[in-house]
């Protein structure tokens, strides 16, 4: 004797499994972001646009940077090495190095344009 397969009881404990397991991953409370981007991106945007000089811009990053570390969150990426290039535009090479090397160990995968960048100092 075989037994006929029955849709509605077959398939209604893995359906049930598959909405408990997806409202609970919708259901997640709001966890902080992995990075502050404060003051950051507004900063890109003025350097492209130029009416900011570096000295300005490097010290809007250095402001915003003390309000990201303040909140205990993270730089993003990048932050580090645009303060790094600004530096090296205003002739502070020691400065410059030390945001790229500290890009470079905060994000292991920028670490050959890091290396490119870090090149020129030499």
């Known amino acids: 004797m075989s037994k006929r397969f ?24 709001n966890s902080p972001a992995l990075y502050q981007w404060d003051g950051y991106q507004p900063q890109v945007y003025e350097y492209f ?3 900011k ?9 250095e402001k915003a940077r003390q309000q990201i570390l303040a909140k ?3 730089v993003p990426p990048g932050f580090r090495a645009h303060l790094g290039m600004l530096y090296a535009s205003v002739g502070k090479s020691q400065e410059a190095k030390q945001e790229l090397l500290a890009e470079k160990q905060s994000f292991p995968e920028s670490s050959t344009y890091m290396d490119f960048l870090l090149s020129k100092f030499q």
């Open 6 to 29: 029955n849709w509605r009881t077959g398939f209604a404990l893995p359906a049930a499994a598959a909405c408990a397991l997806l409202s609970a991953c919708a259901s997640t409370t």
């Open 49 to 51: 646009k130029a009416q």
């Open 72 to 74: 205990g969150a993270s």
């Open 53 to 61: 000089s570096p000295l300005e811009q490097i010290d809007a990053l």
